[in-house]
């Protein structure tokens, strides 16, 4: 595989007739989203041989909406700049090698459709628009011209390659014009033929008309001369063949001198190869078009479903193609091309490059018409990526555009050889899991909640489980199955898929058998651990690699850890505060097995923390235990965690995604970032380290691209912060951005390439395709828009990030308030009246308007009603020439019998409803009596009123409940719930209006109802609680959600939601709730947390009144005591960070005694601490507790709390009088002070701890062969080495600058840097000149020195131990074996890499990369890089270890200060003062140094010493 980043770019946009192109030497470039990106093509692309020569170099970032045109300049010398046309309203002229932009117009105002660079004149861009302006722009003199030729839309325009004035331009009814720009803008031709949009327009590349035999008249069945040449007859300078595709299915050939066509080509109807389109569907068609330099007897153009055809213009009458790639399957585009762009290369090669709805960029053969190479693309997010366990170098990628692309990284052939699945998809692809043993399954989360699984091998569609998410499927993992999941008899799969969606639940589903209903593993959680309060959220999933244990990360930001079979609650973990988005656990397989007890965690705050969980898994406790300590905190992110990855090759090195837009590679165990990656425009989403290469990540983010990328390379080696993060922010936010277009008019017409889409996106879902389209598709800019749901964890609901509405809602309220504002207009133009007068002047509506009219018509008309009324009351039989007159004058229904009356009333009725006021009708249907009618038809019309559901009684009982029932739907319609709920109550429907309250979010009132009308106990009431509990929680209101849950009596709910928010007043308030409900435990561990976050503001009093609410707390009291007393000490002595702005206790100080003595007289007064009974006690309490060990980047905060506790432990077990337990904390204190390198500290602790040294604790002791005595001989030791240091300083006399800096850099981490320190603190102090004492010391501080130089002589002949110094000897020989051991596998492992990928260039590099090892600057002459062999390697490890178990356990029990380095601190005393150390004393260093001091750099600084 080769050592190279790579791009999967956003895809090209869709709809624009030019937006890629080329230029000679090899440069392709194409339009995504807001930006262009540029492929170098052929031997410049410096590929790896045997690959395709293609690489993505870059993009030009700078437009805000999406790009619609793309032009090279096609002039020599000139190939470095391109333009750009976007929906932004710019077009804009780019220089390529610098990615800027040289200059910019904003002269259109509508939206750009065409654009090009005249190939003849060398400044001269043209571009159209929508509304038919064209402008040219000259760019050398920054002039420009606008022509405004038809009021029609333009498609596509083409300047003439033979003469710098004509302009061919294509418009959307089919028209084709011909004009020339220096007569402004004068029609040559106007070519009519086509009846649809023009889509390409192509001048022949040769001038004249000569290069084609034709002599016809356009649509002849017949040439007139089949062979030979025919020469124009009217000889005209700008004679030339123009070739047009349009969506009407052909291609016309023009004649430019005779102004019309002469030859018309139709698309032949291919036999798609592909298969599985619905014939009955219309075929989608853009038809583009390229005639070949070399070859103008031909013509390439796309056809309906994606193929390229290859037209022999000769025979045109015969309609003779060649297909592309005819002979080989797969190769060709499975959907329409938009694009084709010639190209040839600096080999001379003439390739053509193609642009599809594919979403595929692919390059052809012109010689061979065959396919060289694809590359494939991104239409949406890249939500997720996954690396298969089995198909090593297999990487499925989850994309927004509704596909899974799985990408074979390890392919020799192809650098890009990706699969496209799409079947049964159908949505954004939020999560993917390779099964961890079955080859080619995959199993993937949509953000519709879907679950599947793939069979990457084969091409059958994939199995859909039965139970979906009702969110977003958040992620998936593979584990075994737990014994609740209904298999049935028989056998159970060894495995199962668990998902977690984002209404927070985890669902188990039987790969065997999907169609079966999941398993909610809540139910079993509930059961095991006899939980009765609420479960949290679920948000994320994860099982350790061993398959025992399992991790479920919460949306409070809670980590649970469940142990097989029954998931039993070993540990919760409360760090994060917000959504956990993800989970890793550490790999199996390093050097350190233990490691595997790591987990790395991320959520929406940027901190990250890893625990080693090895403590709580291997004890097993009974209960569960609570971890609120992290093993490592990794600092440095600015924005939420979305993705972390364990690094497959190292030891403890993780890799974060974040949405600051970088990706962080961190060495966790010493703390410290590494690597930063910048390369992203957008917000990451996911991070996969490469499981073959350990210098190869690959990273997806919502700027719809996925970049493999190299560690090695980076240049950065933390995220940005401040000013860089700024920038990087700006450089996201250059994205586009969701909002309606200002030139669009809401209603009159749609823009072109909109409807294009539409239909598309209608088509796509017939063809069950699920890729979601983008260019202009309102889809795609809906993904831009909309805050993902992505598998990370973060709903909208929880997060408070605005949800922003798609671009189409947006351009359908604009519509909305425009048509409103014209109608309010209207009404403002009518002639100003006073509003009494016309109050006064209207007059109610009549309810007989009809009836009415027609009592007013003519004289004649109202004699005739006379005679019919007349005729009709005394005719004494039936008569039908007066039933007649009587239906046409229905108005004298009135005067004749009922039926005709109501006939009447059925007319006018009829008419008020259609004038639309249906409250005229039904009070006429009640006039004639007809209650139960005119309630039924209000209730189909949705038209009752509170008047007539007061009316319904009076037609009896049923029918008043019925009509109340109906009215409460109609008002839900109406989004009235509250008066719904009300008329339901009026019928005694409690649990009904309740559960209506419920269901649309109306807590407050349905709560209120169900209190006043139901039982207390009414179950209903918990559940209200429960539920708007939930939402209040959500939404970050936890003063109320608490309320809720103390009312549903789930106090443990309440108190945890108060803490939610982590500040020290929240924790507070929830530690006192939990004690007052009697949760002491979660009280404890709330007032505990309000404490440290009090500490950390140094509110001191504050921290001691939230310890006091619980008593399990008192030994945490004495902690802080401690630790006040020692920051006040140290800030006396101007030591500490902080100055006295702080709160510190009143508490009564006796500066006389030593700091012991003042602690214990605080704790006495304060605490009643005066008994060993009472110290005991609160030693046991306190000795439960662990810390981490110290490293050099702990904060100094934590760590100064963590030395404390040691310290008080040891006080507590002196006053106790267990001096053996006083001597082990005080230790401890000194060497956690000694690990993190704050030597400054260690010096402290002794002053204060130990102000007359050791000597008191050796007879409190007193039996020397006291179990204790090696860790006195360690204290002892440590206090030496301290003084040492000390001595050596002062020696250095009125110099307090190499003293200050020697303090300042002390770092104790390893003895190579402790020792380089030696070296580089007196590099002059080895000269023989330099070691006489300074003449500016004075003769007083001479004695004194003298004095100490005695009594260091006595002390340090406890450090020179010999076998203190085997020891470290053996373990550094250790630690160097195992580290030689692991470059020999990384270098054996790489070699193996570049075997299998490549037989080329890559077998020298390991005869390089010895060369390079072999002379590193700071190695001596004679060392020599000479390889060591593995069964050398294993007998120095065995004689290592051997040497380590020969020494007595007690050498081995503690921490030892380096002996080493000693002996080179007293030879350089001895070499700047010799009278200070005897030569007897010089002697045993020496032969220390020359008997231990084997590796490298005690070597270098003895001889630095002695030459």
């Known amino acids: 595989m080769g050592q190279e980043p790579r791009t999967l770019p956003p895809s090209p ?4 007739s030019r937006c890629s192109d080329a230029v000679p030497g090899g440069l392709f470039g194409f339009a995504a989203r807001t930006s262009v990106f540029l492929v170098r093509v052929g031997p410049g692309a410096d590929t790896i041989p045997g690959t395709p020569p293609f690489r993505v170099i870059g993009e030009l970032v700078g437009h805000t909406e999406k790009v619609s045109g793309f032009t090279f300049c096609h002039h020599p010398g000139q190939y470095n700049l391109c333009a750009t046309s976007s929906d932004d309203g710019t077009v804009k002229i780019w220089e390529v090698e610098a990615k800027t932009v040289v200059t910019e117009h904003a002269l259109h105002q509508h939206t750009i459709s065409a654009l090009h660079w005249s190939p003849r004149v060398k400044d001269l861009i043209v571009s159209g628009d929508e509304k038919g302006v064209v402008f040219c722009y000259w760019l050398n003199r920054n002039d420009s011209q606008h022509l405004f030729i038809e009021p029609r839309t333009i498609f596509c325009l083409t300047c003439s390659p033979h003469h710098e004035d004509l302009v061919a331009i294509g418009y959307k009814d089919g028209i084709v014009v011909i004009i020339d720009i220096s007569k402004k803008g004068e029609v040559m031709h106007r070519l009519r033929g086509h009846d649809d949009e023009i889509h390409s327009i192509a001048w022949c590349p040769l001038s004249g008309e000569d290069c084609l035999s034709i002599n016809q008249e356009e649509n002849s069945e017949e040439p007139e001369i089949p062979n030979g040449k025919v020469t124009a007859q009217t000889p ?28 018309t080509l139709k698309l032949p109807f291919l036999k798609r190869r592909g298969g599985g389109v619905d014939p009955t569907v219309k075929e989608r068609l853009w038809l583009t078009l390229h005639w070949p330099k070399d070859q103008p007897t031909q013509l390439v153009s796309s056809c309906f479903g994606g193929e390229l055809l290859l037209w022999d213009l000769t025979q045109s009458w015969r309609r003779k193609y060649t297909l592309f790639s005819g002979s080989s399957e797969g190769q060709n585009h499975s959907r329409i091309v938009f694009n084709l762009c010639p190209l040839q290369t600096e080999e001379d090669k003439q390739l053509l490059l193609s642009i599809s709805m594919d979403r595929d960029v692919k390059c052809w053969d012109m010689a061979t018409l065959e396919c060289c190479w694809t590359l494939p693309s991104l239409g949406g997010f890249a939500y997720s990526l996954a690396f298969s366990p089995v198909d090593t170098g297999c990487l499925a990628i989850g994309v927004g555009d509704g596909m899974i692309r799985v990408w074979n990284t390890l392919s020799i052939k192809n650098n890009y050889d990706v699969k496209n699945f799409w079947q049964g998809v159908k949505s954004k692809v939020t999560a993917l899991c390779w099964h961890p043993t079955k080859e080619g399954c995959l199993a993937f989360g949509t953000d519709d909640g879907k679950v599947g699984l793939y069979d990457t091998y084969s091409n059958k569609p994939p199995q859909i489980s039965s139970t979906y998410h009702k969110k977003t499927v958040y992620s998936l993992a593979w584990g075994p199955p737990v014994p609740a999941m209904a298999l049935g008899e028989g056998d159970r799969p060894s495995l199962t898929l668990y998902s977690c969606g984002g209404e927070g639940i ?19 959680i509930r059961d095991t651990n006899s939980i009765k309060y609420k479960l949290p959220v679920h948000t994320e999933i994860s099982w350790k690699a061993d398959g025992k244990i399992m991790a479920l990360g919460n949306e409070d930001g809670s980590i649970e850890i469940f142990k097989v079979p029954n998931l039993k609650l070993i540990c919760t973990i409360q760090q994060h505060h917000k959504l956990v988005n993800t989970i890793s656990w550490h790999h199996e397989h390093g050097s350190q097995p233990e490691l595997s007890y790591l987990m790395a965690s991320g959520s929406n705050n940027a901190v990250i923390y890893v625990h080693n969980l090895q403590n709580v898994i291997e004890t097993n406790p009974d209960s569960p235990v609570t971890i609120t300590e992290p093993y490592r905190t990794l600092s440095g992110h600015t924005a939420k965690i979305t993705s972390l990855a364990w690094s497959p090759h190292h030891d403890g090195r993780l890799v974060s995604a974040s949405y600051d837009g970088t990706a962080q590679v961190w060495d966790t165990l010493q703390e410290e970032p590494l690597c930063n990656f910048r390369g992203h425009r957008g917000r990451l989403l996911c991070v996969a380290w490469s499981p073959l290469d350990p210098d190869c990540i690959y990273s997806g983010a919502d700027d719809f691209c996925v970049y493999k990328w190299l560690t090695s390379m980076q240049e950065h080696s933390r995220p940005p912060q401040g000013k860089k993060s700024i920038e990087l922010e700006k450089k996201r936010l250059s994205q586009p951005k969701p909002k309606p277009k200002k030139k669009k008019k809401p209603t009159l017409r749609v823009p072109v390439k909109q409807e294009l889409c539409d239909g598309n996106e209608e088509e796509s879902v017939k063809e069950s395709l699920g890729p979601v389209e983008n260019g202009v598709s309102d889809q795609e800019t809906e993904e831009e828009a909309r805050e993902p749901e992505p598998p990370c964890g973060v709903t909208s609901a929880v997060s408070k990030e605005p949800i922003i509405c798609t671009p189409a809602a947006l351009g359908f309220e604009k519509s909305k308030s425009t048509i409103n504002n014209k109608v309010t207009l209207l009404k403002k133009d009518v002639p100003k009246e006073k509003p009494e007068a016309l109050i006064k002047k209207r007059k109610a509506r009549s309810m007989l308007p009809l009836s009415t009219s027609l009592d007013h018509r003519s004289k004649e008309e109202l004699h005739q009603d006379c005679l019919v009324l007349a005729t009709t009351k005394h005719s004494k039989g039936p008569n039908e020439d007066v039933s007649t007159d009587l239906e046409e004058r229905f108005h004298l229904g009135l005067f004749t019998d009922r039926a005709t009356l109501y006939r009447m009333i059925e007319v006018e009725g009829k008419s ?24 039924q038809t209000a209730a189909e019309r949705g038209e009752l009123t509170d008047n007539l559901v007061a009316m319904a009684p009076v037609a009896g009982y049923h029918v008043w409940v019925w009509a109340v029932e109906a009215f409460a739907k109609q008002l839900c319609f109406q989004d009235q719930y509250v008066k719904a709920a009300s008329h339901l109550l009026s019928i005694h429907k409690v649990y009904e209006a309740v559960e209506l309250l419920k269901s649309n979010h109306f807590y407050r009132e349905a709560i209120a109802i169900a209190k006043a009308r139901l039982r207390p106990e009414d179950p209903i009431i918990k559940d ?36 939610k928010k982590g500040d020290a007043a929240s924790l507070r308030t929830a530690a006192e709730l939990a004690s007052i409900v009697g949760e002491n435990e979660l009280s404890a561990s709330l007032a505990l947390r309000c404490a440290q976050e009090l500490l950390l503001a140094r509110n001191w009093v504050g921290a001691q009144e939230a310890l006091q609410l619980h008593t399990s707390l008192k030994g945490q009291r004495l902690v802080f005591c401690l630790l006040e007393l020692l920051s006040k000490h140290l800030e006396e002595k101007q030591l500490s960070e902080g100055k006295s702005s702080f709160s510190y206790n009143a508490w009564p100080a006796d500066s006389e005694g030593s700091f012991v003595e003042r602690v214990t007289a605080v704790w006495k007064s304060t605490f009643s601490l005066d008994s060993p009974e009472q110290y005991q006690a609160a030693f046991q309490q306190l000795q439960k507790i662990k810390y981490p060990s110290a490293t050099s980047n702990t904060p100094s905060k934590q760590l100064l709390l963590h030395i404390c506790h040691d310290l008080t432990l040891a006080v507590l077990s002196q006053e106790a009088g267990s001096w053996d337990a006083a001597v082990e904390g005080l230790l401890r204190a000194v060497i956690r002070s000694y690990d993190s390198g704050n030597f400054t500290i260690m010096q402290e602790v002794h002053s204060a701890f130990l102000p007359q040294g050791c000597d008191h604790l050796r007879d409190k002791l007193g039996d020397h062969q006291s179990p204790t005595t090696p860790a006195f001989k360690s204290l002892k030791a440590f206090f030496i080495y301290g003084r040492l240091y ?3 300083w002062s020696l250095s006399g009125p110099c307090p600058e190499s003293s200050v800096w020697v303090r300042a850099a002390h770092r104790t981490k390893t003895s190579t840097e402790q020792s380089q320190e030696v070296d580089s603190v007196s590099p002059e102090e080895t000269d023989p000149k330099a070691s006489q004492p300074e003449p500016s010391r004075t003769p007083e501080l001479d004695v004194r020195l003298i004095e100490e130089g005695e009594q260091m002589q006595n002390a340090c002949k406890e450090l020179l131990s010999e076998k203190h110094a085997d020891l470290q000897n053996a373990q550094r020989t250790v630690a160097e074996v195992q580290e030689t051991l692991g470059e020999m596998i990384r270098q054996h492992q790489k070699s193996q890499l570049c075997k299998s990928t490549a037989n080329g260039p890559d077998k020298n590099e390991p005869e390089q990369e010895g060369e390079s090892l072999s002379h590193p600057q700071n190695q001596c002459k004679e060392e020599k890089n000479e390889p060591v062999s593995l069964p050398e390697l294993t007998k120095r490890l065995t004689e290592a270890n051997e040497r380590i178990a020969k020494l007595p356990e007690s050498i081995k029990t503690w921490p030892f200060p380096d002996v080493l380095e000693c002996c080179l601190i007293l030879l350089h005393v001895g070499s700047q003062c010799p009278s200070f150390v005897t030569q007897e004393m010089q002697q045993q260093a020496q032969e220390l140094l020359q008997k231990y001091g084997n590796t490298k750099v005690y070597k270098r600084h003895y001889q630095t010493l002695y030459t």
């Open 13 to 16: 946009n869709w709809y624009c």
């Open 236 to 263: 005209l300078t700008k004679g030339c063949y123009l070739a047009t595709g349009s969506k009407d299915q052909t291609i016309r050939i023009w004649s430019c001198s005779r102004g019309r066509g002469v030859m």
């Open 506 to 524: 985890v669902l188990q589903h039987n790969p065997w058998k999907l169609s079966g209903e999941a398993f909610d593993i809540n139910k079993l």
């Open 912 to 935: 008020h409803l259609e004038n639309g006021h249906p409250e005229l009708f039904h009070q006429l249907m009640l006039w004639k009596g007809d209650l139960k009618g005119v309630l």
């Open 1024 to 1059: 209200l609680y429960l539920s708007w509990g939930a939402i209040l929680e959500k939404d970050g209101h936890y003063a109320l959600a608490a309320k809720c849950y103390l009312g549903a009596t789930s106090a443990y709910d309440a108190a945890k939601v108060l803490a």
């Open 1286 to 1288: 000390e001595f050596w």
